[in-house]
């Protein structure tokens, strides 16, 4: 339900970068104001995002989840009918709100369903589902607007996960203990790695210790290093098919495949990341370097594929680069939600909404540093080149990131 769910978070991200040619057309859009409609959606995602987390360690993330999935899935849908610039940025801004807290919400539902020792893995299937998601948007988006148009796409989009959430709030339960098919032998098992500290964890907290996390610099150094993840990545959502069709000259069919390749090669990437970590983990008994290798290695390799993609020739070698770009800052991305929940505890889904505001801060910025890079130098190169040093640095911050520390200590 996770991977499904991840899925459809980003195919109602994407969609509209697959749509934007066609929106700025008929609405009548320059590209400054379509950065803005972008980078609109994190502006609300971020602001929302600690205090929907919180909600989720409050409440639990079973009515969460839900509230959170079927109000996005009403404003995709609503995006198809919208009738100006004003219109639009609106209703991607209450988008943004409503899937605030998605990822910090499933991340503590999958702390609180398996071990330590399995959580690198299992963020990576997750992340996985999120990175197919946008992978399979670009082209099935571009087949359902040859259908239908972009309008009706995006009432499409938001069908799907409505019918998600019907599922999932019959099926799942926040306590594995309370689900009428799990046995004693899988609970033993959830809660076999530090079973004391997992029990304490499964009860909601009765207050949060919000003055210990704002001056926890475990948190801090997580915070700033997840805000390299959306610099490159929101390209790849927002710019890339238009990246493709104006600068390397593709027709709109085609860039709908190649912009998906990226988010595909982070696809596997996400679950070998994860399962590596664990793997570290477990062989060395250091929870601090099996997390930090992986995070640190996959974002200096980022740094190398965005370099790398700045003065590539031809749309195959573009591509090729920034596939080998998103593949690596993926290694890193699931073993960053793993270090989080860890350094989190019970106060998980507020911890790692806290880290994940720093990448909405980040996804704001993106789009309208591409744009303006764009009408500045001509080209999006200029993009490729910061991006690369902004990897670069998030790279070396995790050397201050501890994942053995916990808030509770």
């Known amino acids: 339900m996770g991977f499904l769910v991840a899925g459809i978070t980003y195919l109602d991200r994407v969609c509209i970068s697959v749509a934007a040619p066609a929106m700025m057309t008929d609405l009548g859009l320059t590209n400054l104001q379509m950065s803005y409609v972008f980078s609109v959606f994190a502006a609300a995602y971020g602001l929302f995002e600690i205090p929907t987390g919180w909600l989720g360690d409050r409440w639990g993330q079973r009515k969460m989840l839900t509230r959170i999935v079927v109000c996005w899935s009403v404003f995709t ?31 503590r539902a999958l702390a609180r369903w398996f071990p330590v020792t399995d959580r690198g ?63 004693e032998a899988e609970l033993a098992y959830i809660r076999g790695y530090a079973a004391a500290a997992e029990a304490r964890h499964s009860d909601p907290p009765k207050t949060t210790p ?32 238009t990246y493709l069709v104006k600068e390397q000259g593709l027709s709109a069919r085609a860039s709908g495949y190649y912009a998906a390749l990226p988010l595909f090669v982070g696809a596997v990437a996400c679950l070998s990341g994860g399962a590596l970590s664990d793997w570290i983990v477990r062989r060395t008994g250091s929870l601090s370097w099996g997390r930090r290798a992986v995070g640190m290695g996959g974002f200096l390799f980022t740094a190398v594929g965005f370099g790398a993609a700045s003065v590539a020739e031809g749309p195959v070698a573009a591509v090729i680069c920034l596939a080998f770009a998103a593949g690596a800052m993926d290694l890193a991305v699931p073993v960053a ?41 001509g080209s999006f190169s200029a993009m490729f080149a910061s991006a690369a040093a902004v990897y670069l640095l998030a790279g070396l911050l995790w050397f201050k990131i501890d994942a053995g520390q916990t808030l509770q200590e």
């Open 121 to 183: 893995k299992v963020n990576g299937i997750m992340w996985m589902g999120a990175r197919l998601g946008g992978s399979a948007a670009p082209p099935l988006a571009t087949l359902v607007m040859l259908a239908v148009g972009w309008r009706y796409t995006f009432v499409v989009f938001g069908l799907v996960g409505l019918v998600w959430c019907v599922v999932f709030w019959f099926w799942y339960r926040d306590d594995p203990a309370k689900h009428s098919s799990v046995n």
């Open 210 to 241: 919000w003055k210990r996390m704002l001056l926890n610099g475990n948190l801090w150094a997580l915070f700033w290093m997840y805000f390299a993840t959306s610099y490159g990545f929101w390209f790849f959502l927002t710019w890339l098919p």
């Open 77 to 107: 849908a609503l995006t198809g009918y919208v009738r100006n610039f004003a219109s639009l940025i609106f209703t991607r801004f209450v988008f943004g709100a409503a899937e605030a807290g998605a990822f910090p919400t499933l991340a």
């Open 337 to 377: 939600w793993a270090a989080c929940l860890e350094v989190g505890g019970k106060f998980g889904g507020t911890a790692t909404g806290f880290m994940n505001t720093a990448s909405s801060i980040s996804a704001f910025i993106s789009p309208i540093a591409a744009a303006w890079l764009f009408e500045r130098y």
